[in-house]
């Protein structure tokens, strides 16, 4: 099992391009999901692969019909488009008003999503973008599923306080209180921090001193580049290396310290054999 959420607390730290920057240089095949009940961004901001726009009535709200009937993961693969470059997605609601379509069908999103690596047929990971969250909004219902919730945050006071207070408020909601940061209770919760490279060894140890100190349970999984330039390079904005940017060597360091961590338990004989 491998699904990996991608949620924030407020403001806009960059959620959408952290879930492509990481699903972008995944070492395993892998599925972006965009999961936030407020809409997605990726039929905004990304070409699909023939050079047109993405369709949005393929993807999230496509499936809604279908899992009101039942979802076998690798239905997911009939809703999902690929990006310019190839990355699979599913792409996310229009608007906030679609999510009603949904209603009750976020539990069993997450079982098919965290399923899928077990697939026999086209197995893959899981990233979900699931935007902004707070204590009411459904996309919490896929979390119980998740290998890995990661919030993602920037380093201004203001939104760290923010990040530790909803790391808490989920560890308590998830695992029924606080937990250590070597707890083997999932999902596990981690923090990635957008920052300057330069400052990321300090800040790290400032945050994962911060998140221990309020018991949260979290800790700071790695960090991603505050690096506009990629970012523009990575939805296309902007031509480059893009493989060059700070942002994308970056995302290459943190998913290979997840799976030097982790990866060891996602793997399945399935899975294995669709490589």
């Known amino acids: 099992m491998a699904l990996i959420a991608l949620a924030a607390d407020k403001g806009s730290p960059g959620v959408t ?66 990006l310019s470059g190839g990355l699979e997605v599913l792409v996310g609601l229009g608007i906030s008003e679609q999510a009603a379509g949904l209603a009750g069908l976020w539990p069993t999103l997450g079982r098919a999503f965290a399923s899928l690596a077990d697939s026999p047929h086209q197995p893959a990971d899981v990233i979900a973008d699931c935007g902004r969250i ?36 989920l560890s308590m909601k998830l695992h029924g209180g606080p937990r250590g940061a070597a707890s083997l209770a999932t999902p596990l919760i981690g923090v990635i921090l957008i920052c300057d490279t330069g400052d990321a060894p300090k800040t790290v140890h400032q945050v ?13 999984f790695g960090t991603l580049a505050d690096d506009p330039a990629g970012a523009a390079q990575l ?6 290396r893009l493989d060059k940017s700070l942002l994308i060597r970056s995302a290459r360091k943190v998913t290979a310290d997840l799976y030097q961590q982790y990866g060891a338990g996602w793997q399945t004989p399935a899975a294995g054999a669709g490589r």
Do not use: C, K
């Not at 492509?20 to 990304?46: C, H, I, K, N, Q």
């Not at 996309?139 to 945050?153: C, D, H, M, N, Y």
């Not at 920037?154 to 207070?165: H, I, K, M, S, Y």
């Not at 001193?209 to 800790?219: E, F, I």
């Open 17 to 82: 391009t952290a879930a492509v920057a990481l699903a972008a240089v995944w070492p395993r095949r892998v599925l972006l999901a965009e999961t936030d009940p407020a809409g997605g961004d990726l039929v905004y901001r990304s070409a699909a692969a023939h050079g047109g726009p993405l369709n949005p009535n393929t993807g999230m709200l496509s499936i809604a019909a279908t899992a009101r009937r039942g979802l076998v993961p690798d239905q997911l693969w009939d809703h999902t488009q690929p």
């Open 208 to 220: 994962n001193d911060m998140l221990m100190a309020a018991q949260t349970g979290a800790r700071v």
């Open 235 to 240: 939805a296309g904005r902007r031509r480059g």
């Open 134 to 169: 707070s204590g009411d909004t459904p996309a919490i219902e896929l979390f119980p599923q998740a290998a890995l919730l990661l919030l993602v945050s920037r380093t201004e006071p203001e939104a760290l306080a923010r990040v530790r207070d909803r790391a808490a408020a």
